[in-house]
């Protein structure tokens, strides 16, 4: 057994060689071997030089992929326009007291229907325009008048043939299209507290992005229109119906009174519906073609910021394995 003697070699340290352990098998602490001990940041930065070219090969790669990406992928812009939800309150039965009418007309017999028809108006409601502008009706009426799904598609489309370059279980369809559209490409947003709506279209081609943005709510604008008129008119015959029935019968002056007043409040709503062209919507803020430089993506600088930060982290990383590496050998 070997007592432990002081080191002169050592002595600076204060230590003495353990028992049981030769002079060359023991190292102090921190000052060899593969772990970090105590000096870990010397020996960290020690292997980064003795590794710099493969940490300044990780580092400049890094930088250089984000740079080609930012600069090769897809540009995407962002148009937006701003409508105001129409209001109704001055058309159709808005201003006309229905408590009445409708009691009376759910007296006589056969003219039920025309009770409830008076119970409601056939203006649209901000709800209703709200559904009608995100509803896959809407979309897929579009998208058939537009041809919008080889756009859409582009890479599974052969513009020359003019057909689809996938098997016929893959082509795309109108409700691909649409969740496609309804979670990329179009966003609705209103703001509770003036009622705006923004009515925003995220794509690559700029141009195509404001058109999509007016022609959308244009298309809500005559759907509802012709909604509005389509009702108008089934309401109208309903009332003549039983303003006919009414005389014939011979009933009180106050029913006919409340039949009067209801077939002039429906054909206001009629005349209303024909000559609004911006029926649902009004705008507010045309779309217009934004500017190149005005991408939301890619972020050019954003994409530079996490190569510089994802180089600096590969490089480091790198150097300290292929140290570690060298020094088990």
Do not use: C
Not at 4 to 30: C, E, I, K, N, Q
């Amino acid at each position: 057994m070997t007592v432990g003697v002081d080191t002169p070699d050592l002595a600076w340290a204060g230590r003495t060689v353990p028992d049981g352990a030769s002079d060359s098998a023991w190292v102090p602490r921190g000052q060899g071997g593969d772990g970090l001990g105590g000096d870990g940041l010397g020996l960290f930065l020690g292997r980064l030089r003795r590794h710099w070219f493969l940490a300044a090969f990780l580092f400049l790669a890094s930088v250089g992929a984000s740079v080609a990406a930012a600069f090769l992928l897809p540009s995407y812009w962002r148009v937006e326009v701003l409508v105001m939800p129409v209001s109704k309150s001055g058309a159709g039965f808005s201003n006309l007291d229905l408590g009445s009418a409708s009691g009376l007309l759910g007296g006589l017999g056969g003219l039920g229907g025309v009770a409830g028809l008076l119970g409601k108006s056939s203006s649209s409601n901000e709800d209703e325009a709200m559904a009608v502008l995100g509803s896959r009706e809407l979309f897929d009426t579009y998208a058939t008048q537009q041809d919008l799904l080889p756009i859409l598609f582009a890479s599974k489309w052969d513009a020359a043939a003019k057909q689809w370059k996938v098997p016929a279980d893959e082509v795309p369809t109108l409700r691909r299209g649409f969740k496609l559209f309804n979670r990329s490409i179009r966003d609705i947003t209103l703001d509770r507290r003036s009622g705006i709506v923004t009515l925003a279209i995220t794509w690559k081609d700029r141009d195509l992005a404001v058109r999509w943005a007016r022609d959308l709510i244009a298309l809500t604008n005559a759907q509802l229109r012709d909604r509005a008129l389509a009702d108008a008119n089934r309401n109208l015959a309903y009332l003549r119906t039983a303003m006919a029935n009414a005389q014939k019968e011979g009933n009180s002056n106050a029913l006919n009174a409340a039949l009067v007043s209801a077939y002039e409040r429906t054909l206001q709503n009629y005349m209303y519906a024909t000559g609004q062209t911006e029926f649902a919507f009004r705008i507010i803020d045309p779309p217009t073609v934004p500017d190149v430089r005005e991408r939301v993506w890619p972020n050019r600088p954003l994409f530079l910021a996490l190569g510089v930060i994802l180089g600096a982290l590969l490089a480091a990383g790198g150097a300290h394995l292929r140290g570690r590496a060298v020094g088990r050998r």
